[in-house]
């Protein structure tokens, strides 16, 4: 419909805007979340058109739509945080979770730790890695690798599973190599 507003993210990096790239739309002062997967949206009052209160506007991540109000809209704070585009995985996940009908934020029921990662690797590597190396077959929920403060590999990450028996088969990839490290598996601490 009209007024289905998004920041949604580029194809690939080649084409991500950049500080100096004139061809990228400015950064309205507000934003607006969907009920549904929690997307954040960048958008102006300007945006929900010249007359009434408001407008009808859809989430470009679930297809929930809502009807948005000027009064409703919240400011980015600026000078704290910084609004970016969601990463493919993550967008890739929501759609695949509300097919499973599942909410948008959930990702997975069984935690594993995995550490001696090669400081370049990239979610999508360990995605990969585990979803072809487990016997059977099986589905990563979410990858998430522990950067430090420089946005640095601190060489090591979480991958969650689906299924647990998908995750406990997972757990005999301990010691097998990925991009040249032997890397350990196991369940994590907590």
Known sequence: PPGAFSYPPPADDSTSPTADDSS???????????GKCKSLFAISSADLGAHGKGRRVKCSVCDNSWYQSRDRLLDIPTQTHEL?????????????????????DYVGVFKLYVGNLDWNVKEEDLKEFFESGVE?????????IVRGEGGRSRGFAFVTFYEEEVGRKALELNGKECNGREISVREPNN
Do not use: F, H, M, Q
Not at 27 to 32: G, H, R
Not at 136 to 144: A, L, P, Q, R
């Open 136 to 144: 059977g077959g099986g589905e990563v929920c979410d990858v998430s």
């Open 24 to 34: 990228a739309l400015p950064l309205p002062s507000t934003y607006i979340t969907c």
């Open 84 to 104: 970016l585009p969601l990463p493919k995985s993550d967008l890739e996940r929501i759609a695949k979770n509300l097919e499973r009908e599942e909410s948008a």
